[in-house]
């Protein structure tokens, strides 16, 4: 079965500064990986994900994730954080279940940006 | 022109009755999820319908019920709610290319029910 952990329940920096939320995967195969963000009262916006090819992703927002299979990491980068960065991150690794196919949440990781 | 939305926003409700939340998508996708976020933020699917036809069913209670009357939506059905019933729920939807056995999902705005 496939499980996501982010460790880092709460992360308090300041704007400017730069950003790493971390992020662990279980899957038995190459997985599909994800971050959203979720801003207060909103839904869930995908900000990168990885398929396959390079290990470096880009997406939105300034944001970059680097997946690490020697670590079964994916973690997400930001080299300056703006106070509107200020939301809850969720990692996921999609995988299938069957003919099923599913996402897996991590827990987030809820960022707080001090001026 | 909102991709995935759902009615109502917000659902306040006496335990005991039934409730139901909307979601519509007019991405053109044929996938359809809800997912429950808990007071704690974490997020866990509940159901999944591919083309109108259920193709994953978490161990949810059976007071929860999912309705696709055509691919662009997905209604939720809850009977007799109870108060672990407080929640965000999210509706999501994606297309899943030929090959591919991951896709992007698209979320949307929530429902957050209170169950009082």
Not at chain 1, 26 to 42: D, K, M, N
Not at chain 2, 15 to 42: A, P, V
Request: hydrophobic share 35%; charged share 15%; aromatic share 12%.
């Amino acid at each position: 079965a496939q499980s996501v952990t982010q460790p880092d329940i709460h992360i308090t920096v300041s704007e400017g500064a730069s950003l790493e939320l971390r992020c662990n995967y279980s899957y038995g195969a190459t997985p599909y990986l994800f971050w959203y963000v979720q801003s207060p009262g909103q839904g869930l916006q995908l900000l990168l994900k990885y398929f396959s090819g390079d290990t470096l992703v880009q997406g939105i927002k300034g944001f970059e994730a680097e997946f690490k299979r020697s670590q079964s990491s994916f973690n997400l980068r930001k080299p300056s954080v703006h106070w509107s960065d200020a939301a809850e991150y969720f990692c996921a690794v999609g995988g299938s279940t069957g003919s099923a196919r599913q996402l897996t949440f991590g827990s987030g990781t809820q960022l707080t940006v001090l001026p | 022109d909102t991709a995935v939305s759902q009615t109502p926003k917000y659902l306040v409700t006496q335990m005991g009755n039934d409730k139901s939340i909307k979601c519509e998508q007019n991405l053109g996708h044929d996938t359809m999820y809800w997912y429950k976020q808990d007071s704690k933020k974490f997020l866990k699917i509940m159901f999944s319908y591919n083309n109108k036809e259920l193709i994953i069913n978490e161990t949810v209670p059976n007071r929860f019920s999912p309705k696709s009357p055509d691919k662009a939506h997905l209604n939720l059905h809850i009977n007799s709610l109870e108060l672990g019933d407080s929640a965000v729920y999210f509706c999501a939807s994606s297309q899943i290319p030929a090959g591919v056995w991951a896709e992007t999902q698209y979320f949307g705005p929530g429902t957050r029910l209170l169950v009082l």
